[in-house]
């Protein structure tokens, strides 16, 4: 069987389009879209972060940027960095500790620059942590007004503190294990002897160890005491256990900021028969409603939550071949679409009458939340596995906007109106966008292959101008392989390409992707892009 690796890969990419973006109400270009390139260097604005700021261990989950895109922060292993872009010091204003296990999810709650939520994989199932039972995945709601010195955070444990409870804690361990082998005589220093009780073990007869377990067990000790300590730099009501999910473009809050939704426990074994219940928690001041809602019903994994644009229904979509539609002031279950195989990637309507669905085989499904109905289903191609949708507002030629799918090799992203066909049955796509692996080097097998490590993760419509709120005409996508981000404006027929050279995917240097890691963001209200990587953050016009 012939392999593939991301190295080879690397080495071998070249970019190249097979099909393009045209423009929706213009005539379209001869050949592909006019592009501009906005590689590393042609940034307006670079702020990098200072030299004792951590380098690109920062960058391991998805760091998060409040809605007024004045403050920043970046999972680092355990902690969570807090900096404020405005003025830019490049040194965190807030380092967030709480965490035993490395951060995986970071964001802030709609409308805020002061409360977010993080969550940790916590220990896997089965192992056991320092306290003798088992420590599933956590959730750590935060207040930056609050995370002060003397309130709800209390200050860390310093450095010294640990050595020292560690020494204490080796010594106390080996004074016990030399007690109980001077006092039974099955140690090395000849028949039993009784010493005196409450009087320490002399350093003569106290139990050794070889330098390398001493090691082992001062680092073993250590770590424990470390992990410890940090399940009590939080308050306890401001933790949940639980898991928030981000796949497929999923949702974590509502509109409003009022409500969570997450996964509760640790997470089932999936592609089994298994409960996979969904928790929704309420926020909100009013007394009456219930603080936790348990949803109850699906039976694999949960891939994508979303609320709609009420906050008044939560859709889930999963793997057991459902898709749900819950009222979350009660939790009643109103709606449930079979579809007999994995789904992958979820979107509301605008007006939240319809909601649309993608399943594992290449299927697209719409269909009428009140009614029940199926709209019409598309097919984007077997094997397709479409884990990005997003849906924009009203455009040229249809007044109930555009569907983007993003499909999972050659970075293909599909168009589709989402008016209702006469039969139902969906059979041509508005647009295509398709790269093309003709400039890879290598067999016919090696190219096939280089088109799968292309698959979407990003679809979503942008803001049309700088500060104009909600969805647009402006289309960005990227790739699971590669380290940039395309915009296409699909009224005006022009793209840009961010963190590109001319010849592809290459950086600053060298042939191929490098292997470093970054994040995009549009920032809603300046109408530019944002790229934050191991250096620091860099701020890209659309121009």
Known sequence: MPSFTPDEMRQLWRYSLEQDFRPLSAPAPEGFLPTTLKPIGTESTFHPFSPSSPPESILRAVPSIDDSGSRLALPNGPDIHVFDLSPWTGTPIRVLQGHTEAVTVVQFIPGSRTRLISSSSGYTVGRWSGNGVEKGPEIILWDLDAALPGSEQRERATEATLDMATEAAIATALDSLSSASYTTGASQWGPPRHPVPGLPISTEHRYALPPAQLASLRSSIR???????????????????????????????????????????????????????????????????????????????????????DDTLLASVSWDGTVRIWDVSTGAQKQVWQTGHQNWAGHWAADGQSFLATRGNGMVFLWDVQTGDEVWRYNAGQGEWCRALSWSVPAPGSPEGIIAVGGNELGRVLLLSPDRPPDGVKREAIQERKLSTSRVEGSVETKRMAGKFLGVNLV?????????????????????FEKGMEVVDLVQGRKWRFGFEDDGMREEAGRGVDKARYHWKYLERTGQVLRVSADGIRYFDLD
């Open 223 to 309: 770590t424990a005491l470390s992990q410890a300590e940090r399940t009590t730099l939080v308050l306890d009501q401001n933790k949940l256990n639980g898991r928030l999910i981000t796949s497929c473009q999923s949702h974590i809050f509502s509109h409003d900021g009022k409500k969570l939704v997450y996964l509760p426990g640790p997470a089932p074994q999936s592609n089994k028969d298994a409960p996979w219940d969904i928790c929704l928690r309420n926020f909100a001041s009013d007394a009456n409603a219930p603080k936790t809602l348990t949803l109850q019903g699906h039976r694999d994994a949960v891939v994508w939550l979303g609320f709609s644009p």
């Open 460 to 480: 979503k419509f942008l803001p049309s101008s700088p500060g104009e709120l909600g969805t647009g005409l402006r289309l960005a996508h990227g790739t699971d």
